[in-house]
């Protein structure tokens, strides 16, 4: 996945939101392999992976309207992939005796397609700023492009511990930047 693509996805979404069926047509062929491999990394069972990839698929089909071009694309898809994967999660283990996770979907649903906390982003964007280049990017692939440690150590020539350090730090100097 490079930049390009997610340029174009921003492309794609923004002429399908104003009718373009070819447009969304390429948009949906393009996202479906992108999400399935996000979701099979997290998952063991491939038919559980498809499900909830087809599950983004609609949600992305049914939130389109809500996504702002003025946006980067990457990032509004990955919240919907995370908040489907956790959904089908959470409803793994309630069903589950032995263990159980606690999650407030409703929070989440919130903050997927609302554009209300578009401010949070900015300012967010604002303070990451504040750091290097490499903390920037090794941060944003991991935390916003999900990409994994490793993938971003190859990509960057770096030890999968320094990303791992560099990404937790920045994290953490970010959650006290915005308190």
């Known amino acids: 996945m490079t930049n390009n693509n997610a340029e ?3 492309e794609l979404a923004t ?3 104003k009718g373009d069926k070819r447009a969304y047509a390429e948009l949906l062929g393009e996202l479906a392999p992108y999400i399935r491999n996000v979701i099979i ?3 063991k069972n491939q038919e559980e992976a498809e499900d909830i990839a087809q599950e983004v698929l609609i949600s992305v ?3 389109l309207h809500t996504y702002s071009s003025d946006r980067p694309f990457k990032p509004w898809l990955m919240s919907i992939i995370n908040f ?9 283990y309630s069903s589950r005796q032995d263990k159980t996770i606690s999650s407030d979907a409703s929070i989440i649903e919130e903050n997927v397609t609302n554009m209300t906390t578009s401010y949070e982003i900015r300012d967010i964007e604002k303070a990451l700023n504040k ?3 490499d903390q920037q990017r090794i941060f944003k692939m991991i935390k916003i492009e999900g990409y994994t ?3 971003v150590s190859n990509e960057m020539g770096m030890k999968e511990s320094a990303v791992k350090v560099s990404a937790h730090r920045t994290m953490k100097k970010l959650q006290g930047m915005l308190k």
Do not use: P, V
Not at 85 to 91: E, G, Q, S, W
């Open 8 to 10: 174009h996805w921003t």
């Open 15 to 17: 002429a399908a939101q």
């Open 41 to 43: 990394k997290s998952l």
């Open 61 to 63: 089909h049914k939130s």
């Open 84 to 92: 489907r994967r956790t959904d089908f999660l959470r409803k793994y």
């Open 131 to 133: 750091f290097s280049a």
């Open 149 to 151: 440690a490793k993938e």
